[in-house]
């Protein structure tokens, strides 16, 4: 409570300053880190279209991507897995159905249908719910209202490394009272080439995914826009887990209101209630000697809604975000013994636990004078978990006989920053505390099987709220074609949630080492890095770096896992009238410092060169974007710190990505 203390003091102070001075502008720069993605807003200046969610996100400086096969790669923000990090799909919160983390929430949306990736780091993104490390809006392609007219689109791929292909088309109608847009984009993949032509079995997948968006003008001033997103995942291969999943299936619906209002003190309003829902299914049945097989299915329902209110009163930006959910997850793991005469065996790993939040969020940036602004936030919610099934709570209860069916949390993010900008220098600080409940899986998991450790791990109900206090500074400078910036992060985080083996415990898992329960340390820091550079030269090439470099701590100086080591991408682009061409180079240093006790192991350093180039044809109105590009363009055999279970990434990868649209 004195650290809470001290930063609100510190946050409300600086805010009564800024309260005194009243300034003729209200523009301010923007902190947080903006990813252009989606295929109706394709420029030369994207290496590769086509790429998957993961392979744009991974460009980010403060994200990297826990992979477990060619599919569905985890996003880590500051270093901090999905636990600590909200994800969203235009401010909607969304829950993975799988117990293994096969479905992050990026799994099931498509560059058709997205526009942007807002990142936000730290407690500055608790604006749809609590976070410690940050978070990730994928925002949405949105229409507009105009004259009358129609926009189509037809999207093709091929990558030679698993002989991916990649069909995709869209439609857009545009009309001064509404707007109708609906899309389509499939993948289907074999099994891919690491380096030196190794291929890595059980790494195929399958791939469709629909959208379609209606709004209507029902007044001026008045949008009401309704929303669905359908994702198909079939036959995806894990080679890095010992189970496949047969079907990921998600819908993602929203109705949404918005408002013009005709104040001087308000200037929008934004409402929206949500629905999805998520089947998943793992099983081994395409798995050869297995010894007992299992089904795994999950599933899972989020009903939410949020309202945005936002506002100016003189040199204040004013937002309020009311928001809250109700979630159910389930799992279930059946096992099938050998002998046809033995019972089956049957448990609950998610026993049906119900989760609901309500939380209010409240932001104001003042602009102190046009070089100078600050930016406020805090973040109050009330968080539930409920135990629906008794046979998953009698289960839970051997390992906490005294556990209560239900357990409710008050949760608090506060985070302050300064950013001043004048003749070319930029440069600011911030501090914020927040803390975050446990997840489904660290608070009710029962026997999940962690394959790159071999522990099974049950949940803890007992454990506490875990808390992050930060600190974060950046300085850049820009002056005509060169840019630079030099950034870092520090999370102290206490009762720093993670397994501790209990040794008088038996492994359910056949081979497992033994049975690991959620735990809270006293503490943990994380410390991130980076340092970003630009230079324009002879007009029409651009020399682009990025240098990264993260470290890990528990309280006793033990090394946390998956902690990036010293990262360099250097790229080197060319851009004239309709032609693009760009080298670059992807580098990762010798990981020394790594988790033995949470199974990591050394992982050597490598570096990795792609080409690409690309061409816009144009037919009167109709355009033709071409890209043709090489990944790993020495076949290099490689994994990176974060390939679970050391899986060797992709080898040399010819590709082609077409975008007509006319």
Same mark, same amino acid.
């Given at each position: 409570?004195?650290?809470?203390? %001290?930063?609100?003091?510190? /946050?409300?102070?600086?805010?009564?300053?800024?309260?005194?001075?009243?300034?003729?502008?209200?523009?301010?720069?923007? #902190?947080?880190?903006?990813?252009?993605?989606?295929?109706?807003?394709?420029?030369?200046?994207?290496?590769?279209?086509?790429?998957?969610?993961?392979?744009?996100?991974?460009?980010?400086?403060?994200? &990297?991507?826990?992979?477990?096969?060619?599919?569905?790669?985890?996003?880590?923000? &500051?270093?901090?897995?999905?636990?600590?990090?909200?994800?969203?799909?235009?401010?909607?919160?969304?829950?993975?159905?799988?117990?293994?983390?096969?479905?992050? #929430?990026?799994?099931?949306?498509?560059?058709?249908?997205?526009?942007?990736?807002?990142?936000?780091?730290?407690?500055?993104?608790?604006?749809?719910?609590?976070?410690?490390?940050?978070?990730?809006?994928?925002?949405?392609?949105?229409?507009?209202?105009?004259?009358?007219?129609?926009?189509?689109? #037809?999207?093709?791929?091929?990558?030679?490394?698993?002989?991916?292909?990649?069909?995709?088309?869209?439609?857009?109608?545009?009309?001064?009272?509404?707007? $109708?847009?609906?899309?389509?984009?499939?993948?289907?993949?074999?099994?891919?080439?690491?380096?030196?032509?190794?291929?890595?079995?059980?790494?195929?997948?399958?791939? #469709?995914?629909?959208?379609?968006?209606?709004?209507?003008?029902?007044?001026?001033?008045? @949008?009401?826009?309704?929303?669905?997103?359908?994702?198909?995942?079939?036959?995806?291969? =894990?080679?890095? +887990?010992?189970?496949?999943?047969? +079907?990921?299936?998600?819908?993602?619906?929203?109705?949404? =209101?918005?408002?013009?209002?005709?104040?001087?003190?308000?200037?929008?309003?934004?409402?929206?209630?949500?629905?999805?829902?998520?089947?998943?299914?793992?099983?081994?049945?395409?798995?050869?000697?297995?010894?007992?097989?299992?089904?795994?299915?999950?599933?899972?329902?989020?009903?939410?809604?949020?309202?945005? $209110?936002?506002?100016? %009163?003189?040199?204040?930006?004013? $937002?309020?975000?009311?928001?809250?959910?109700?979630?159910?997850?389930?799992?279930?793991?059946?096992?099938?013994?050998?002998?046809?005469?033995?019972? +089956?065996?049957?448990?609950?790993?998610?026993?049906?636990?119900?989760?609901?939040?309500?939380?209010?969020?409240?932001?104001?940036? /003042?602009?102190?004078?046009?070089?100078?602004?600050?930016?406020?936030?805090?973040?109050?919610?009330?968080?539930?978990?409920?135990?629906?099934?008794?046979?998953? @709570?009698?289960?839970?209860?051997?390992?906490?006989?005294?556990?209560?069916?239900?357990?409710?949390?008050?949760?608090?993010?506060?985070?302050?920053?300064?950013?001043?900008?004048?003749?070319?220098?930029?440069?600011?600080?911030?501090?914020?505390?927040?803390?975050?409940?446990?997840?489904?899986?660290?608070?009710?998991?029962?026997?999940?099987?962690?394959?790159?450790?071999?522990?099974?791990?049950?949940?803890?109900?007992?454990?506490?709220?875990?808390?992050?206090?930060?600190?974060?500074?950046?300085?850049?400078?820009?002056?005509?074609?060169?840019?630079?910036?030099?950034?870092?992060?520090?999370?102290?985080?206490?009762?720093?949630?993670?397994?501790?083996?209990?040794?008088?415990?038996?492994?359910?898992?056949?081979?497992?080492?033994?049975?690991?329960?959620?735990?809270?340390?006293?503490?943990?820091?994380?410390?991130?890095?980076?340092?970003?550079?630009? @230079?324009?030269? +002879?007009?029409?090439?651009?020399?682009?770096?990025?240098?990264?470099?993260?470290?890990?701590?528990?309280?006793?100086?033990?090394?946390?896992?998956?902690?990036?080591?010293?990262?360099?991408?250097?790229?080197?682009?060319?851009?004239?009238?309709?032609?693009? /061409?760009? /080298?670059?180079?992807?580098?990762?240093?010798?990981?020394?410092?790594?988790?033995?006790?949470?199974?990591?192991?050394?992982?050597?350093?490598?570096?990795?060169?792609?080409?690409?180039?690309?061409?816009?044809? $144009?037919?009167?109105?109709?355009?033709?974007?071409?890209?043709?590009?090489?990944?790993?363009? @020495?076949?290099?055999? =490689?994994?990176?710190?974060?390939?679970?279970?050391?899986?060797?990434?992709?080898?040399?990868?010819?590709?082609?990505?077409?975008?007509?649209?006319?």
């Amino acid at each position: 409570m004195k650290k809470i203390g %001290i930063i609100l003091f510190s /946050a409300f102070a600086v805010q009564n300053i800024v309260a005194q001075s009243e300034k003729d502008t209200l523009k301010t720069a923007e #902190i947080q880190e903006v990813i252009v993605i989606g295929t109706t807003r394709i420029t030369n200046k994207q290496e590769k279209p086509l790429g998957s969610i993961d392979e744009y996100l991974q460009k980010s400086s403060s994200i &990297n991507m826990i992979r477990r096969g060619a599919y569905a790669w985890e996003p880590v923000i &500051n270093n901090m897995q999905t636990e600590r990090t909200l994800i969203t799909i235009d401010g909607m919160r969304i829950f993975g159905a799988c117990t293994d983390k096969m479905d992050p #929430i990026t799994s099931y949306v498509e560059v058709s249908n997205l526009s942007e990736a807002e990142i936000i780091s730290g407690q500055q993104g608790s604006c749809h719910g609590s976070t410690i490390g940050g978070a990730v809006d994928l925002k949405r392609q949105k229409g507009n209202f105009a004259e009358n007219k129609w926009d189509f689109n #037809i999207n093709s791929g091929f990558e030679s490394v698993n002989q991916q292909k990649i069909f995709g088309a869209g439609a857009r109608y545009q009309h001064q009272k509404f707007y $109708l847009e609906a899309d389509v984009m499939s993948r289907d993949a074999e099994n891919y080439k690491a380096g030196n032509n190794m291929e890595v079995l059980y790494s195929q997948f399958r791939k #469709i995914n629909t959208s379609g968006n209606i709004g209507v003008k029902i007044a001026e001033n008045h @949008l009401l826009e309704g929303s669905v997103i359908y994702d198909k995942a079939t036959d995806v291969g =894990y080679p890095a +887990l010992p189970m496949d999943v047969s +079907l990921a299936e998600a819908v993602i619906t929203s109705l949404n =209101y918005q408002m013009v209002p005709k104040s001087e003190l308000f200037t929008s309003w934004d409402t929206k209630i949500y629905y999805n829902t998520i089947t998943h299914r793992m099983d081994d049945t395409t798995r050869p000697s297995v010894p007992v097989h299992m089904d795994m299915p999950g599933w899972s329902k989020t009903y939410g809604y949020y309202s945005k $209110l936002k506002g100016e %009163i003189k040199n204040h930006q004013l $937002l309020m975000n009311v928001n809250g959910f109700y979630n159910q997850s389930v799992a279930e793991m059946t096992m099938y013994p050998n002998n046809p005469e033995e019972n +089956l065996m049957f448990m609950y790993t998610w026993p049906d636990v119900r989760t609901s939040f309500q939380g209010v969020f409240l932001e104001d940036k /003042a602009v102190l004078n046009p070089n100078v602004f600050i930016k406020i936030s805090c973040s109050l919610g009330f968080h539930s978990n409920k135990v629906a099934s008794e046979f998953g @709570l009698n289960s839970l209860k051997i390992f906490h006989p005294d556990m209560k069916d239900q357990k409710s949390r008050l949760l608090k993010n506060i985070s302050a920053n300064f950013e001043f900008n004048r003749n070319g220098f930029n440069y600011g600080f911030g501090t914020g505390y927040g803390d975050r409940a446990p997840s489904v899986s660290e608070g009710y998991g029962f026997y999940l099987f962690n394959s790159a450790e071999r522990y099974d791990y049950i949940g803890n109900p007992e454990l506490k709220n875990e808390s992050s206090a930060e600190a974060n500074a950046f300085a850049a400078f820009k002056k005509n074609n060169f840019y630079v910036k030099l950034s870092g992060s520090y999370f102290h985080i206490s009762d720093y949630i993670i397994g501790e083996i209990i040794p008088d415990l038996v492994p359910m898992t056949i081979g497992g080492k033994g049975v690991k329960r959620y735990t809270a340390l006293k503490s943990a820091t994380i410390i991130n890095s980076a340092l970003e550079t630009e @230079l324009i030269f +002879l007009n029409d090439f651009k020399w682009k770096a990025q240098l990264t470099y993260s470290q890990g701590r528990d309280f006793q100086n033990e090394p946390l896992p998956y902690i990036s080591p010293l990262t360099l991408l250097s790229s080197v682009s060319f851009e004239k009238n309709r032609f693009s /061409a760009e /080298a670059s180079v992807m580098a990762n240093s010798r990981q020394t410092d790594f988790s033995e006790v949470y199974g990591e192991t050394e992982t050597p350093a490598f570096a990795v060169i792609q080409i690409s180039a690309g061409y816009r044809f $144009l037919f009167g109105k109709n355009k033709i974007h071409t890209k043709i590009g090489v990944e790993n363009l @020495l076949d290099t055999q =490689y994994n990176t710190y974060s390939d679970w279970n050391k899986i060797p990434r992709p080898g040399r990868n010819f590709y082609l990505n077409i975008h007509y649209q006319f």
